[in-house]
């Protein structure tokens, strides 16, 4: 007797919108510290400005990071199938994202061991790399998505890889990693422009600017293109949701424009790509008016409306193979067993509100504005 008080299928969906709201949440809390870091070289001009940037960044970046580690895990304990092909299809690409995150750390660490500028500038140059990286390649990932990745599935549903990490640079991809630096560079950009002063303020709110103007013409383009320039997945056979998981017992088809079937079905979806450019917009506003309120409304709400516009332009897929369609994952076919989803989210509903309470807790402590002055006081700072 079935004593989950949950079906399958309503776990399925909870779990593909907590992976959204995950990514989402990294995105956000992770995401400013990527386009700080990308913005070290050129919004701070001198030791002191950068300074101000890196003690900025010291306190936080560590708990932004369990953003990351909780979505990898959710990946790996929801959805085993996705955390295979995914993980061993993109591995190179994933490695060169762990390098430049290892980068971060260790330039925090020894950039202020050695009082010289070329010793301090090399940890500059490794905290941008730290920052850009990370966002170029996970917009690109998401990109090849969208495109289809080359993977298949034998009889026992074991993942092969058939492409290469030069592959991954197609163009629509590298459309969509120069969306995400956009994004997460504009975000970045507000919070430099909230909580310093003087001539780093003014320079975060021009490239805040000028990346929110690139975020929404991205967006823009990348939308044109998946609408008349690339085919998209459909499912055509009828999928069971409450069944075990089979990657290999449906039928897929692709065609132009297909990744906008779930927009005409359910007009309100248009909701988020809506909130894309409007949040763009709005910070783009905000930063020229020194309203950094406003900036940062804007700025999360383009990071929800981009990454919910991929999101749902997907579902139900999760990674649509371009070698065997049929073989590509959907929410219905590639999560765990019900019980495994079902105790996973008991601990969800335990963990994750403290999580974000001890993370609000946080930015309460150490809110404020960061200048030369404030670290000067503080013995600990970088």
Request: net charge positive; proline share 5%.
């Amino acid at each position: 007797m079935n004593t989950i008080p949950l079906d399958y299928e309503t776990l399925r969906l909870i779990w593909w919108l907590l992976l959204g709201v995950l990514l989402i949440g990294f995105a956000v809390m992770d995401g400013y510290d990527l386009g700080v870091g990308a913005l070290l070289p050129f919004v701070a001009c001198n030791d002191d400005e950068r300074r101000v940037l890196i003690n900025l960044l010291g306190p936080t970046w560590e708990g932004n990071q369990v953003w990351l580690v909780l979505g990898g895990g959710a990946i790996f304990a929801a959805w085993p199938a996705l955390y295979a092909a995914s993980f061993s299809g993109f591995y190179l690409a994933m490695i060169t994202v762990l390098l430049a995150l290892i980068l971060r750390p260790v330039a925090f660490k020894f950039r202020g061991k050695i009082k010289d500028s070329r010793w301090r500038a090399i940890w500059d140059w490794a905290l941008f790399i730290g920052g850009f990286v990370p966002a170029l390649i996970f917009g690109v990932a998401v990109g090849n998505v969208l495109l289809g990745v080359p993977f298949n599935l034998d009889a026992t549903l074991r993942p092969s890889y058939a492409g290469n990490f030069f592959g991954l640079l197609r163009p629509f991809a590298l459309v969509s990693g120069l969306l995400s630096v956009a994004m997460l560079v504009t975000h970045g950009a507000v919070i430099i422009a909230a909580r310093t002063e003087g001539t780093v303020s003014m320079r975060a709110r021009v490239y805040g600017r000028y990346a929110a103007i690139a975020s929404i013409v991205l967006f823009a383009l990348a939308g044109l293109w998946v609408s008349f320039g690339m085919d998209g997945y459909v499912v055509t056979s009828t999928q069971d949701h409450f069944g075990p998981s089979n990657p290999l017992g449906k039928m897929v088809t692709t065609g132009t424009g297909a990744w906008l079937a779930n927009y005409s079905a359910h007009p309100w979806m248009i909701i988020a790509p809506a909130l894309g450019l409007l949040g763009s917009l709005v910070a783009y506003i905000g930063l020229k008016g020194d309203a950094w309120k406003t900036s940062l409304l804007g700025s999360t709400l383009a990071i929800v409306g981009i990454i919910s516009t991929a999101g749902l332009s997907l579902f139900p897929f999760l990674l649509p193979s371009s070698l065997n369609p049929n073989a590509s994952l959907t929410v219905w076919d590639a999560s765990s067993s019900h019980l495994t989803l079902f105790v996973m989210l008991l601990a969800t509903i335990v963990f994750l509100p403290l999580i974000i309470a001890y993370t609000a807790w946080v930015y309460r402590v150490m809110r404020g504005t960061v200048t030369a002055t404030s670290i000067g006081r503080n013995p600990n700072a970088y």
